[in-house]
């Protein structure tokens, strides 16, 4: 089983860029896609961006593409986003996801999930 526990939230001003980076725990990480799902208050979960086992396919909802990267390190069991020209509606908890086998942009078929970290982004 894997456990993710997220990094790398905090406040920014708008234009700016944060990375976050989500480790796992466990020896079988590569086996699991990866997602980062985002909440704002009073909003649905929503995708952000997925990448497959090997980190050859990756995919964006297309609210931020062009703006955030998806990436993994397999060696180190870890996951990254990177935001760039972060916006005031970025703004949200994220979280990071694991999936067994491929990804999917449907966070209800995500069944281990980080505890999230908060992304502000000042206007």
């Known amino acids: 089983q894997v456990q993710l526990v997220e990094s790398g939230g905090g406040l920014v001003q708008a234009g700016g860029s944060l990375r976050l980076s989500c480790a796992a725990s466990?020896?079988?990480?590569?086996?699991?896609?990866m997602g980062w799902f985002r909440q704002a208050p009073g909003k649905e979960r929503e995708f952000v961006a997925t990448i497959s086992r090997a980190g050859g396919i990756t995919s964006y909802a297309d609210s931020v593409k062009g703006r955030f990267t998806i990436s993994r390190e397999n060696t180190k069991n870890t996951v990254y986003l990177q935001m760039n020209s972060l916006k005031p509606e970025d703004t949200a908890v994220y979280h990071c996801?694991?999936?067994?086998?491929?990804?999917?942009?449907?966070?209800?078929?995500?069944?281990?999930w980080g505890q999230g970290t908060q992304v502000t982004v000042s206007s």
């Open positions: 466990g020896r079988t990480f590569s086996d699991y896609a």
């Open positions: 996801a694991a999936r067994y086998g491929i990804t999917n942009r449907d966070w209800n078929e995500y069944d281990i």
